[in-house]
């Protein structure tokens, strides 16, 4: 949630960075309900003021005079105005909330202009993805593939993109998220284990909801929601609270299973482990000062890249552009792998900053060692990593002329050895 007073004051400024992520808002509406909201803020406020002068006149009259008595019918007629207003103002301030929470998060003015993918800037490229790899194929057609990782079967028991892992394959998976957090823990990221559902309130708190893009599994009995990304839960962790500004910053990471419904996703490039409906991730979340937002995006990016780095993967890193921004993301750089076989490049992290807008609607703040007053801190978050596209990256690059797969060095201790091997 941006900050109403940037509307109030400067609404052409608005206008013109919501343009920048060409999303349709209806930023007259917003305005309106808020000129509606202050002016009953001030009928309430003036009323109040009347009614506390009234009381302090008819405590030096005396009583049952005609003038107490008509100071008597004032203070009701005075209440009862009040009261009616309030109630009024109370749903003028919901109003209000609900049409901001319609508002997207603004742009960063460093974030490029476009409209689409195509538009993202190539910030950063590391290793060769152009070498030639012979042997490199797309993972779903590896001999022996459906054996490690049955996509039939998961179909069978829950639906298309819930794959069973069978044996290596599972191990294999086990072995990637130890990896993962074991080396971000060494980064200074202290573990957490979150639940696997939140209430509304947590996920709107992150900008899951409203869910413009019908992506987040509902249970209808309870109104709890299956996480799509265990930031939701991490960043819900200081809801409602006030952090002291010495305690700034914090790191942490966990790991979760995802749930997604992808709606709309079809074809080859959802293939395999491409795009799944349920996929392990370990997530990076960051509570900062305000004033270091920026420095501390472009280190979680690099703690991301470190890992990346260890697997040995060729990678590049996008910053993206307005049109590619998410609706609560200010800055945020995708990080892509290169997938051998298949010939493309695959995101398997994602970045961002969202400096004020997911705690103003969490209410997470800190004590400003300046002002004395609490002021909202700026969250951050990054994938480190999502699971199945780093496994198809390193089922493709690393294919061997035997068949089996070689596993990168840095995740040998984890995985117990120096090859997968199918069926």
């Keep these: 949630m941006i900050d109403p007073k940037l509307i109030r004051e400067a609404p052409e400024k ?23 909201w202050r002016a009953q803020v001030q009928e309430v406020e003036g009323l109040r003021a009347s009614h506390k002068a009234a009381n302090s006149a008819m405590a030096a009259l005396p009583k049952g005079s005609p003038e107490f008595r008509g100071k008597v019918a004032e203070l009701k007629g005075v209440s009862a105005r009040v009261k009616e207003l309030e109630a009024q103002l109370k749903k003028t301030e919901e109003a209000l909330r609900q049409a901001l929470l319609e508002v997207p998060n603004l742009p960063h003015p460093s974030v490029p202009d476009g409209r689409t993918a195509e538009d993202n800037v190539v910030f950063a490229l590391h290793g060769a993805p152009e070498t030639p790899r012979p042997l490199a194929r797309p993972h779903w057609e590896i001999p022996g593939f459906e054996q490690a990782f049955d996509f039939a079967r998961g179909a069978k028991v829950a639906g298309a993109g819930f794959p069973f892992y069978v044996g290596e394959g599972a191990r294999l998976v086990r072995a990637l998220i130890r990896f993962f957090l074991e080396e971000n823990a060494r980064a200074g990221y202290v573990e957490v284990h979150p639940p696997l559902f939140v209430n509304a309130a947590s996920a709107t708190a992150t900008g899951q909801l409203p869910d413009k893009e019908g992506q987040m599994y509902e249970t209808t009995s309870d109104q709890l929601f299956a996480i799509p990304t265990a930031e939701v839960p991490l960043t819900n962790f200081f809801r409602d609270e006030i952090l002291e500004e010495s305690d700034l910053p914090i790191y942490r990471c966990a790991y979760s299973p995802c749930f997604r419904r992808e709606a709309g996703s079809y074809g080859k490039d959802v293939r395999g482990l491409n795009r799944l409906h349920q996929f392990d991730k370990v997530e990076l979340l960051k509570w900062v000062h305000p004033a270091t937002s920026n420095e501390e995006l472009d280190q979680l990016s690099e703690d ?16 993206m552009c307005g049109g590619d921004l998410g609706f609560a993301q200010s800055k945020k750089y995708d990080l ?10 695959l995101e398997v992290s994602s970045c961002s900053n969202f400096e004020s807008f997911q705690a103003r609607r969490a209410q997470i703040r800190f004590r400003s060692s300046e002002t004395g007053r609490p002021e909202f801190v700026h969250t951050l978050n990054g994938s480190a990593l999502a699971v199945p596209r780093v496994l198809a990256a390193l089922l493709e690059n690393n294919l061997e002329a035997d068949g089996r797969v070689r596993i990168p060095a840095a995740l040998v201790p984890y995985f117990g050895q120096e090859h997968l091997s199918f069926g």
């Design 304 to 319: 991301a890249q470190r890992l990346l780095q260890l697997l040995e993967l060729p990678y590049r890193v996008l910053l």
């Design 336 to 345: 892509e792998v290169w997938s051998a076989g298949q010939k493309r490049w």
């Design 14 to 36: 608005i206008w013109a960075a919501i343009a920048r992520k060409h999303l349709q808002v209806d930023l007259n509406q917003v305005v309106a309900v808020d000129t509606a």
